[in-house]
């Protein structure tokens, strides 16, 4: 039984001061968080500089997890503008966000690359949310499994079975990113599918049945319960709809509706 997992990708939006007061009214609602959170993982990834904020608000509490959106390779040194996992781990974080479509396309990201930061995010102790995606070109020209067979196998070269329970696996179709267009829960489910028995090939057929598969794109509060009741979709990468605590709370509870 896989725990479902809702993690909000706050992209470059929240500062520090917006991120203490959305995190002081999501788990001020009394009761609420708590009862919801033992059945469904939340997690919120704000923009680097929003994170101590975040924490501080949170007080302690284990209702919410903290993710990065992304992170370096490299220990320490000579890396302008680069945060590492050894940082993030000082300010409480958990998870981080690897290879989403934004960091590939507009920050030139390789698999080659997002395999080096998920080695790095494992050997840390952080949680990779790894994003895999075809474009609308790539679907359209028949190549969705090859892509993602692709992105899968090259972004994992290296990462043992122990390291892969820690791994959550994001499936955002670039197409449906930020663009209000959902995939199908047909195509939804078929594509979370064709990621489980990728696993299934590269490791065993137990680890792919443990692996968690998040769905991302346009996911929102009234089409969260569907895709979440098919049979291979473990929970959600969630940008626009995370934005405002009232909607990504009542995503989450749709989420534990479908549960
Ligand atoms: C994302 O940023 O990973 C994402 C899925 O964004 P949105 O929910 O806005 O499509």
Redesign the pocket.
């Known amino acids: 039984m896989r725990k479902p997992i809702i993690a909000a ?1 706050w ?1 470059m939006n929240i500062g520090p001061r917006e991120a203490e007061d959305f995190i002081n009214s999501f788990i001020g609602q009394p009761g609420k968080l708590d009862s919801i959170t033992s059945q469904v993982d939340v997690v919120i990834a704000p923009p680097f500089v929003s994170i101590p904020a975040a924490v501080a608000a949170l007080n302690s509490s284990s209702a919410v997890s903290i993710a990065a959106q992304n992170m370096s390779d490299q220990d320490s040194g000579a890396y302008t503008g680069e945060v590492s996992s050894m940082m993030l781990k000082e300010l409480y974080v958990r998870y981080v966000i690897l290879g ?1 479509s934004e960091r590939r396309t507009l920050y030139g990201e390789t698999d080659a690359i997002i395999n080096a930061k998920i080695k790095k995010a494992c050997a840390s102790n952080l949680k990779p949310i790894f994003c895999i995606g075809e474009t609308l070109e790539e679907r359209e020209g028949g190549k969705l499994e090859s892509v993602l067979r692709t992105q899968i196998t090259d972004g994992l070269v290296g990462v043992e079975e122990k390291d892969l329970k820690e791994i959550v696996i994001a499936y ?1 179709p670039v197409w ?3 663009t209000g267009v959902v995939a199908s829960v047909d195509q939804a489910q078929e594509a979370h599918a064709f990621v489980r028995s990728v696993v299934a090939d590269l490791y065993n057929q137990e680890a792919a049945d443990k692996i968690r598969i998040q769905y ?4 929102k509060a009234s089409n969260a319960a569907e895709l979440l009741a098919q049979p291979d979709i473990d929970g959600g ?5 995370s934005l405002e605590s009232q909607s990504f709370l009542d995503l989450i509870k749709a989420a534990v509706s479908a549960g």
């Open positions: 990708n992209k989403h955002e449906a990113i930020g991302g794109g346009s996911m990468l969630v940008g626009g709809a």
